[in-house]
Protein backbone atom coordinates (compact mmCIF):
# COMPACT_ATOMS: atom_id res chain seq x y z
CA UNK A 1 0.00 0.00 0.00
CA UNK A 2 1.37 3.56 -1.38
CA UNK A 3 1.21 6.23 1.72
CA UNK A 4 2.54 9.54 1.62
CA UNK A 5 2.63 11.50 4.81
CA UNK A 6 2.79 14.92 4.96
CA UNK A 7 3.86 17.06 7.91
CA UNK A 8 5.61 20.29 9.02
CA UNK A 9 2.60 22.76 8.63
CA UNK A 10 1.47 25.30 10.72
CA UNK A 11 1.13 28.78 11.28
CA UNK A 12 4.08 31.28 10.38
CA UNK A 13 4.38 35.09 10.98
CA UNK A 14 5.49 36.68 7.26
CA UNK A 15 8.55 36.36 6.29
CA UNK A 16 8.78 33.27 8.46
CA UNK A 17 9.87 30.06 7.27
CA UNK A 18 8.99 26.21 7.49
CA UNK A 19 10.17 23.04 6.48
CA UNK A 20 7.58 20.12 4.89
CA UNK A 21 8.06 16.96 4.96
CA UNK A 22 6.51 13.88 2.69
CA UNK A 23 7.55 10.71 4.12
CA UNK A 24 6.98 8.10 1.67
CA UNK A 25 6.53 4.05 1.59
CA UNK A 26 5.28 1.05 -0.22
CA UNK A 27 6.69 2.82 -3.65
CA UNK A 28 10.80 2.25 -4.66
CA UNK A 29 11.37 5.99 -3.79
CA UNK A 30 14.62 6.42 -6.14
CA UNK A 31 12.30 6.02 -9.39
CA UNK A 32 9.53 8.58 -9.03
CA UNK A 33 9.83 12.10 -9.69
CA UNK A 34 8.10 14.00 -6.46
CA UNK A 35 6.07 17.47 -6.40
CA UNK A 36 4.90 19.89 -3.82
CA UNK A 37 0.96 21.28 -5.00
CA UNK A 38 -1.04 23.56 -3.02
CA UNK A 39 -4.66 24.36 -2.93
CA UNK A 40 -5.71 27.66 -1.40
CA UNK A 41 -9.56 28.08 -0.51
CA UNK A 42 -11.45 28.75 -3.96
CA UNK A 43 -8.57 28.46 -5.81
CA UNK A 44 -7.51 25.29 -8.40
CA UNK A 45 -4.28 23.29 -7.19
CA UNK A 46 -1.34 23.82 -8.32
CA UNK A 47 2.64 23.11 -8.75
CA UNK A 48 4.66 24.85 -6.66
CA UNK A 49 7.96 22.62 -6.88
CA UNK A 50 8.95 19.09 -8.10
CA UNK A 51 12.21 17.00 -8.26
CA UNK A 52 12.73 14.54 -11.04
CA UNK A 53 14.18 11.44 -9.67
CA UNK A 54 17.84 12.38 -11.54
CA UNK A 55 17.63 15.44 -9.23
CA UNK A 56 16.50 18.15 -11.59
CA UNK A 57 14.27 20.79 -10.05
CA UNK A 58 11.33 22.99 -10.97
CA UNK A 59 9.69 25.35 -9.22
CA UNK A 60 6.74 28.09 -10.14
CA UNK A 61 7.09 31.62 -10.54
CA UNK A 62 5.81 32.64 -7.57
CA UNK A 63 8.29 31.16 -4.95
CA UNK A 64 11.12 31.17 -7.13
CA UNK A 65 13.89 32.26 -4.77
CA UNK A 66 12.02 31.38 -1.40
CA UNK A 67 11.74 28.00 -1.95
CA UNK A 68 13.63 25.13 -2.22
CA UNK A 69 12.43 21.50 -2.84
CA UNK A 70 14.89 18.37 -1.96
CA UNK A 71 15.23 14.60 -1.64
CA UNK A 72 16.22 12.35 0.35
CA UNK A 73 16.13 8.60 -0.95
CA UNK A 74 17.67 6.93 1.98
CA UNK A 75 15.23 8.38 4.02
CA UNK A 76 12.25 7.94 1.23
CA UNK A 77 10.95 11.79 1.76
CA UNK A 78 11.12 14.98 -0.24
CA UNK A 79 11.48 18.37 1.70
CA UNK A 80 10.19 21.99 1.12
CA UNK A 81 12.41 24.45 2.63
CA UNK A 82 10.14 27.68 2.56
CA UNK A 83 11.39 31.01 3.63
CA UNK A 84 10.18 34.52 3.23
CA UNK A 85 6.64 33.19 3.82
CA UNK A 86 3.66 35.45 2.74
CA UNK A 87 -0.02 35.65 3.32
CA UNK A 88 -0.51 34.66 -0.20
CA UNK A 89 1.29 31.36 0.33
CA UNK A 90 -1.53 30.34 3.20
CA UNK A 91 -3.00 26.97 1.62
CA UNK A 92 -3.16 23.11 1.83
CA UNK A 93 0.06 21.63 0.64
CA UNK A 94 0.17 18.36 -0.83
CA UNK A 95 2.74 15.93 -1.98
CA UNK A 96 2.52 14.10 -5.36
CA UNK A 97 4.58 11.39 -6.65
CA UNK A 98 4.80 9.94 -10.23
CA UNK A 99 6.88 7.17 -11.40
CA UNK A 100 9.67 8.44 -14.05
CA UNK A 101 8.32 5.39 -15.92
CA UNK A 102 5.01 5.28 -15.89
CA UNK A 103 2.76 8.07 -15.36
CA UNK A 104 -0.33 5.69 -14.54
CA UNK A 105 1.51 5.65 -10.87
CA UNK A 106 0.38 8.85 -9.49
CA UNK A 107 -0.22 9.43 -5.69
CA UNK A 108 -1.20 11.97 -3.05
CA UNK A 109 -0.36 12.85 0.25
CA UNK A 110 -3.43 13.68 2.32
CA UNK A 111 -1.92 17.53 2.66
CA UNK A 112 -0.92 19.76 5.21
CA UNK A 113 -2.35 23.12 6.17
CA UNK A 114 0.10 26.21 5.79
CA UNK A 115 -0.92 29.62 6.90
CA UNK A 116 1.16 32.69 6.81
CA UNK A 117 -0.93 35.56 9.23
CA UNK A 118 0.37 38.09 11.70
Known amino acids: QVQLVESGGGLVQPGGSLRLSCAAS????????MGWYRQAPGKQRELVAD???????NYAESVQGRFTISRDNAKNTVYLQMNNLKPEDTAVYYC????????????WGQGTQVTVSS
Open 26 to 33: GIIFSTYD
Open 51 to 57: IASGGNT
Open 96 to 107: NAVSHYSKRYDY
